[in-house]
């Protein structure tokens, strides 16, 4: 679906308003796309950002796509997240 020319400018608003607002703001989470920002801001929920920038290079090595991610070996990557201490929720979104 895409968004229509007010739903564009509405967003532009938002987008000039938070800029203004938080001028000199970055994230703190290393992604290159935006998957890798959703993996490391669900990762970044229960432990820092700190943490997860050390977990997910390996991760992004690993998993590519969000079909790499749905494919996964649980056992694989509960290992790989272990230290964010995320890892088990990930085991029972799956059952």
Request: aromatic content about 6%; overall charge positive; proline content about 5%.
């Given at each position: 679906?895409?968004?229509?020319?007010?739903?564009?400018?509405?967003a532009q608003k938002?987008?000039?308003?938070?800029?203004?607002?938080?001028?000199?703001?970055?994230?703190?989470?290393?992604?290159?796309?935006?998957?890798?920002?959703?993996?490391?801001?669900?990762?970044?929920?229960?432990?820092?950002?700190?943490?997860?920038?050390?977990?997910?290079?390996?991760?992004?090595?690993?998993?590519?796509?969000?079909?790499?991610?749905?494919?996964?070996?649980?056992?694989?990557?509960?290992?790989?997240?272990?230290?964010?201490?995320?890892?088990?929720?990930?085991?029972?979104?799956?059952?």
């Amino acid at each position: 679906m895409k968004p229509t020319p007010a739903i564009r400018r509405r967003a532009q608003k938002v987008i000039d308003a938070l800029a203004k607002l938080y001028p000199d703001a970055h994230c703190a989470l290393e992604h290159r796309t935006p998957l890798q920002l959703l993996i490391a801001t669900i990762l970044s929920a229960q432990c820092t950002d700190a943490r997860v920038n050390m977990v997910t290079p390996a991760l992004f090595e690993r998993y590519k796509t969000a079909k790499d991610f749905a494919d996964a070996d649980v056992k694989e990557l509960e290992r790989m997240i272990a230290s964010t201490g995320f890892f088990r929720k990930i085991g029972r979104a799956h059952v």
